[in-house]
């Protein structure tokens, strides 16, 4: 049973999180048997929050259930669907109900998801999010009520190290770190000199950082996630690698490549651990990790 | 100026179903500037019901008027006694004059031409864009003159968002984001520092609807 | 009367700017009330006397 995540955070030198994606729909048996296989391989792990607003089982519930299997958890809470009463109803809801770790974000548009025409929210934004979990934790709501019990959380929000223009997302990143911040998991990265070039200007910061690690399973997929998916750059090498893979096991090279990254990012003490996403193919993430020496 | 846009014909005939006399009331102001509900735009629409009305073989009079303002209960001055004569007055004014006609004229069947699109500016002939949201609590000055309620279709107060790509919105590749927008603002004016520190929640109470405005001048208070 | 609504709205300006609204102030009389003017004269009077100078008076180099 893995000890509470921002113990990890203190004690361990490298740690390792993962994924996992509630389905549409209340058929939960893949989604436990990937928590069955994930719980205990990993510190933590996140349970997304309606991701890329395709509606889905919310993460509330999901993290509850990975609690009662002998888990970690971390809500991931979006600013797209709720307000702040919903937001802090939900973050008291979830730590009477032993949930420790939440994952600030503000969320994907409405319309990139599959219910185009709905209300999007967007009351807050991941910045006060943060800031809005730090002001529980005196006792006192958004609003400046006194609770009746102050929740506490470890709170963490992310970055994406190689966004292009850079200056506004670092500019942003600071003031996740400023409002409170403690944990950061980033967008996936491949280029590892890039990356440390990155975290040559994140250490200056009082906060862990993970890498995020998605599993390229073909250079179709590299190649649309260089053409579609904001700040994510697969070099032409790692494409050229996959290319190459005999057929019908770009896959395993996809897994190479990620325990690789995983393994460099470890033994060069680049950053503070990994965050793993493979989702689609959670059942994988063991893989990643034999693949990195773990 | 208040932007709005013509409704597809199929629904403003739906709504004249059963209407044997229409009156198409277009305004002067706003939506004549942006070519949806003025004179010119009230000529046409009258004229493409009357052919449409004829080719369906249904009898009905359609005929035109258009007063300066429809927000202004004095412009309605000039028509008020000509419209017992339809059935129905088909307004070509923004949300706002489409309410006022219907408020003056209870017992007239009032039905909106247009979609109030938004607040905007012309970029150039023939194309409007949408620049405010009305919200009550104008942060402009920290933005450097880029509104983040409007330009960021999830309206952050701190943005940008994980979604931004070379200065494209997460929404459609053809929308600026607006936070790289204020950030090289901000940047050529030498003001980072107006976003440097965390903006507090936007106050939605501001914006409670319907909202309702007195002039200082017109309150009835002691100095 | 509309006057009357624009003295009191600028006197809602000047308390804005800190200038107090007393100094401004709207009588009504007919051009043969002589009296009615001396008094709301004397009025004035004692008033900027009790208010003192204008706080913009020698606050810029055009005084006002």
Same mark, same amino acid.
């Given at each position: 049973m893995p000890m509470p995540f921002a113990e990890a955070l203190k004690t361990k030198e490298f740690v390792v999180t993962a994924e996992v994606g509630p389905p549409k729909g209340v058929d939960i048996q893949e989604m436990l048997h990937n928590i069955e296989l994930l719980k205990d391989k990993v510190d933590a792990l996140n349970v997304t929050d309606n991701q890329s607003s395709v509606m889905r089982i919310g993460s509330l519930p999901v993290c509850k259930l990975i609690k009662e299997a002998g888990g970690e958890p971390i809500l991931q809470m979006t600013c797209r669907d709720r307000n702040r009463v919903a937001l802090q109803s939900e973050l008291l809801g979830a730590y009477i109900l032993g949930i420790r770790n939440v994952l600030a974000l503000?969320?994907?548009? %409405?319309?990139?998801?599959?219910?185009?025409?709905?209300?999007?929210?967007?009351?807050?934004?991941?910045?006060? &999010?943060?800031k809005l979990i730090r002001q529980m934790e005196q006792g006192k709501d958004f609003a400046g009520n006194e609770l009746k019990g102050a929740p506490k959380f470890c709170v963490g929000a992310i970055v994406t190290p190689e966004a292009d223009p850079i200056e506004p997302q670092l500019l942003k990143f600071e003031k996740k770190i400023k409002a409170g911040a403690e944990f950061i998991q980033t967008q996936a990265i491949y280029d590892l000199e890039n990356f440390k070039k990155f975290m040559g200007y994140a250490r200056k910061f009082d906060v862990k950082i993970l890498a995020g690690i998605v599993l390229l399973a073909s250079a179709g997929m590299?190649?649309?996630?260089?053409?579609?998916?904001?700040? %994510?750059?697969?070099?032409?090498? &790692?494409?050229?690698?996959?290319?190459?893979?005999p057929k019908g096991?770009?896959?395993?090279?996809? %897994?190479?490549?990620?325990?690789?990254?995983?393994r460099q990012l470890r033994e060069e003490k680049v950053c503070d651990g990994v965050h793993i996403m493979a989702i689609g193919r959670e059942h994988l993430v063991p893989e990643i990790l034999s693949a990195a020496g773990m | 100026m208040i932007v709005g846009h013509r409704k597809p014909l199929e629904e403003i005939k739906s709504y004249l179903d059963g209407c044997e006399r229409v009156l198409v009331l277009g305004c002067g102001t706003c939506v004549a500037v942006c070519m949806a509900?003025?004179?010119?735009?009230?000529? !046409?629409? =009258? /004229?493409?019901? *009357?052919? =449409?009305?004829?080719?369906?073989?249904?009898?009905?009079l359609v005929e035109e008027e258009t007063i300066q303002r429809q927000c202004d209960r004095e412009y309605f001055d000039t028509i008020k006694n000509?419209?017992?004569?339809?059935? =129905?007055?088909? /307004?070509l004014a923004c949300g706002a004059g489409v309410q006022m006609a219907a408020e003056l004229f209870p017992k007239r069947v009032v039905l909106p031409g247009l979609n109030t699109t938004f607040i905007g500016v012309a970029e150039k002939e023939g194309v409007w864009s949408e620049k405010c949201r009305a919200c009550a609590s104008c942060l402009l000055a920290e933005t450097g003159g880029i509104c983040p309620i409007t330009i960021c279709p999830k309206g952050l107060v701190n943005g940008p968002c994980g979604g931004t790509n070379h200065g494209k919105c997460e929404v459609s590749k053809e929308k600026d984001? =607006?936070?790289? !927008?204020?950030? *090289?603002? !901000?940047?050529?004016?030498? *003001? !980072?520092?107006?976003? *440097?520190e965390i903006q507090p929640a936007k106050n939605y109470k501001a914006q409670t609807t319907p909202a309702t405005i007195v002039h200082a001048a017109y309150m009835e208070e002691e100095a | 009367m509309r006057a009357k609504r624009w003295v009191r709205f600028t006197k809602k300006l000047l308390k804005e700017i800190g200038i107090e609204p007393e100094r401004l102030e709207m009588f009504n009389m007919s051009s043969s009330m002589a009296p009615a003017f001396?008094?709301?004269?004397?009025?004035?009077?004692?008033?900027?006397?009790?208010?003192?100078?204008?706080?913009?008076?020698?606050?810029?180099k055009n005084a006002a």
């Amino acid at each position: 049973m893995p000890m509470p995540f921002a113990e990890a955070l203190k004690t361990k030198e490298f740690v390792v999180t993962a994924e996992v994606g509630p389905p549409k729909g209340v058929d939960i048996q893949e989604m436990l048997h990937n928590i069955e296989l994930l719980k205990d391989k990993v510190d933590a792990l996140n349970v997304t929050d309606n991701q890329s607003s395709v509606m889905r089982i919310g993460s509330l519930p999901v993290c509850k259930l990975i609690k009662e299997a002998g888990g970690e958890p971390i809500l991931q809470m979006t600013c797209r669907d709720r307000n702040r009463v919903a937001l802090q109803s939900e973050l008291l809801g979830a730590y009477i109900l032993g949930i420790r770790n939440v994952l600030a974000l503000t969320g994907d548009y %409405i319309t990139v998801g599959d219910h185009i025409e709905a209300k999007p929210v967007f009351d807050l934004d991941s910045v006060l &999010l943060v800031k809005l979990i730090r002001q529980m934790e005196q006792g006192k709501d958004f609003a400046g009520n006194e609770l009746k019990g102050a929740p506490k959380f470890c709170v963490g929000a992310i970055v994406t190290p190689e966004a292009d223009p850079i200056e506004p997302q670092l500019l942003k990143f600071e003031k996740k770190i400023k409002a409170g911040a403690e944990f950061i998991q980033t967008q996936a990265i491949y280029d590892l000199e890039n990356f440390k070039k990155f975290m040559g200007y994140a250490r200056k910061f009082d906060v862990k950082i993970l890498a995020g690690i998605v599993l390229l399973a073909s250079a179709g997929m590299a190649r649309f996630m260089n053409a579609n998916v904001p700040g %994510i750059f697969v070099p032409q090498e &790692l494409i050229d690698e996959l290319v190459a893979a005999p057929k019908g096991k770009a896959l395993e090279k996809g %897994i190479e490549i990620a325990g690789r990254m995983v393994r460099q990012l470890r033994e060069e003490k680049v950053c503070d651990g990994v965050h793993i996403m493979a989702i689609g193919r959670e059942h994988l993430v063991p893989e990643i990790l034999s693949a990195a020496g773990m | 100026m208040i932007v709005g846009h013509r409704k597809p014909l199929e629904e403003i005939k739906s709504y004249l179903d059963g209407c044997e006399r229409v009156l198409v009331l277009g305004c002067g102001t706003c939506v004549a500037v942006c070519m949806a509900g003025g004179e010119k735009e009230v000529q !046409l629409l =009258a /004229s493409q019901l *009357r052919m =449409a009305f004829k080719e369906e073989g249904k009898e009905v009079l359609v005929e035109e008027e258009t007063i300066q303002r429809q927000c202004d209960r004095e412009y309605f001055d000039t028509i008020k006694n000509k419209v017992e004569h339809y059935d =129905a007055v088909l /307004s070509l004014a923004c949300g706002a004059g489409v309410q006022m006609a219907a408020e003056l004229f209870p017992k007239r069947v009032v039905l909106p031409g247009l979609n109030t699109t938004f607040i905007g500016v012309a970029e150039k002939e023939g194309v409007w864009s949408e620049k405010c949201r009305a919200c009550a609590s104008c942060l402009l000055a920290e933005t450097g003159g880029i509104c983040p309620i409007t330009i960021c279709p999830k309206g952050l107060v701190n943005g940008p968002c994980g979604g931004t790509n070379h200065g494209k919105c997460e929404v459609s590749k053809e929308k600026d984001c =607006a936070w790289t !927008l204020i950030y *090289r603002r !901000l940047e050529g004016q030498g *003001r !980072l520092d107006k976003i *440097r520190e965390i903006q507090p929640a936007k106050n939605y109470k501001a914006q409670t609807t319907p909202a309702t405005i007195v002039h200082a001048a017109y309150m009835e208070e002691e100095a | 009367m509309r006057a009357k609504r624009w003295v009191r709205f600028t006197k809602k300006l000047l308390k804005e700017i800190g200038i107090e609204p007393e100094r401004l102030e709207m009588f009504n009389m007919s051009s043969s009330m002589a009296p009615a003017f001396a008094e709301a004269v004397r009025e004035m009077t004692r008033r900027a006397e009790e208010l003192g100078p204008s706080p913009l008076k020698g606050k810029t180099k055009n005084a006002a």
